[in-house]
């Protein structure tokens, strides 16, 4: 038994000894054979570590050394898998871009940008653009930057995750709204919880909002649905970078960009939800888009795609009900409502008529997965074709300023779609403001106490 234990003892010693050397230089080995992996995959220039790659999480990104900006990156399996930044360009002070686009195994690669600035811009100085990544494997990026220096240091660069790496078939939400701006302290909590819980009755699961500021008591009702699950906030703080205009006529409305970015959130959202929602609602805060010939949009949206099977872009008409005229007979002017800010849609239920000779804008309900690039009113580049709903089958409920204002109410047109839910609606909306704490819970009673 001694003689084993000499032995063993030995034997630890000598093991011991070997590893301390060869830990080392295996260590050694593997970061080189690493290095020498990632050296060779770029035609141009490439960066070996990308473990420490600086990730950037703000909405918007100054572009160094320019006067551009870029927002958010998504593989495009439709376009040789090509990596498209969503960017905001100022559009008489263009220059060559570069896309440094990395993988966690194999490395960075550069590559020259293309930039493709949208055909509407307003005649704002900056643009909703596009920057193309366009080389090899670009598919397998999870990060890209985009700088005006070719030799740039991975160090000083601002990198955004690339999203949307998988071409999906199923998606988690059938329908999805774009909200593409909340700007100058918005309040309007009654009309918003309408529409909200009113899309609920429709069958959409889910709402996405740009948000540069709104109202403290709207914050309430927004986080009360963030909670829930129903709503994303994606924070803009366009007004830290620019001076967004508040309309879309320069000549009226001046600044650097068109009404917040509207048009650069618009985009962004259909990325985002590409994969995300089968179809995409693009429109306002205040409007919903109404099916009047079926009781839900999954219904609506069958039967147009059932008779329209190359459309991937519906265009909605726009109506407005002027806040000034209200119902006469009082019914929906319920006095819980009284302290909530904002306009209570059921009580605005005269609808203009279309005004000769004057183009009614539309807003839209479109497939994502075939949308290039939109605008606000109509797409700019999609794949398929549009097809523009009757006024019949589908329009938008717009409580808003009147548009005719000189009209009386026996011009305008009665339609009380909206209150074809009210047994579901009223009950839903006190609900979701009490849980906002905007509304007091009214007390139960039982026998000899109260709750």
């Known amino acids: 038994m001694a003689y084993t234990k000499i032995e063993l003892f030995f034997f630890l010693i000598i093991f011991g000894v070997l590893t301390a050397i060869l830990i080392p230089w295996k260590y050694i080995l593997g970061q080189a054979t690493a290095y020498i992996y990632a050296g060779t995959q770029s035609p141009t220039r490439n960066y070996s570590d990308v473990h420490n790659i600086p990730k950037y999480l703000n909405s918007i990104i100054p572009i160094k050394n320019t006067s551009h900006f870029v927002v958010s990156a998504f593989i495009d399996h439709r376009f040789n898998k090509d990596i498209r930044v969503i960017s905001i360009i100022k559009r008489d002070r263009t220059q060559p871009l570069y896309c440094i686009y990395c993988n966690n195994t194999q490395g960075c690669k550069v590559t020259a940008a293309n930039i493709e600035i949208h055909t509407d811009h307003f005649g704002f100085p900056y643009g909703a653009s596009d920057v193309l990544c366009r080389g090899k494997n670009t598919q397998y ?15 000083n660069l601002d990198f955004l995750p690339v999203k949307n790496s998988m071409n999906k078939e199923s998606f988690k939400y059938n329908f999805t709204i774009c909200i593409s701006s909340l700007y100058g302290n918005y309040n309007n909590v009654l009309q918003f919880a309408q529409t909200m819980e009113m899309y609920k009755l429709l069958g959409v699961q889910r709402v996405v909002i740009y948000n540069t500021s709104c109202g403290s008591d709207l914050t309430r009702l927004l986080q009360h649905y963030v909670k829930e699950g129903f709503l994303e906030i994606v924070p803009w703080p366009i007004d830290q970078f620019l001076n967004p205009s508040a309309g879309w006529k320069i000549e009226v409305h001046k600044g650097d960009i068109q009404y917040y970015g509207q048009l650069v959130t618009l985009n962004e959202c259909s990325y985002r939800n590409m994969y995300q929602s089968k179809y995409v609602l693009l429109n306002d805060i205040d409007e919903i888009i109404m099916p009047y010939k079926y009781p839900n949009l999954e219904l609506l949206m069958e039967s147009l795609q059932h008779e329209h099977k190359d459309v991937n872009v519906f265009l909605i008409e726009n109506h407005i009900f002027p806040r ?106 006190n609900r979701v403001l009490q849980l906002s704490g905007l509304l007091k819970r009214e007390k139960q009673c039982f026998l000899f106490f109260c709750i």
């Open 141 to 155: 990026a999870t990060h890209v930057a985009i700088s005006a220096d070719e030799q740039s240091d991975i160090n």
């Open 324 to 429: 000034t005229q209200f119902e006469e007979s009082g019914k929906f002017h319920r006095p819980e409502w009284k302290i909530i800010p904002g306009f209570n849609i059921m009580e605005h239920i005269y609808r203009e008529p279309d005004r000769k000779n004057t183009y009614n804008p539309t807003k839209m309900i479109i497939n994502p997965r075939n949308m290039i690039q939109t605008s606000v009113h109509s797409s700019l580049k999609h794949i398929g074709q549009e097809y523009r709903v009757p006024f019949d089958v589908c329009r938008i409920v717009h409580v808003n300023a009147p548009l005719q204002g000189g009209l009386t109410k026996k011009q305008l047109f009665v339609d009380t779609r909206v209150w074809d839910f009210e047994q579901e609606l009223i009950p839903n909306v």
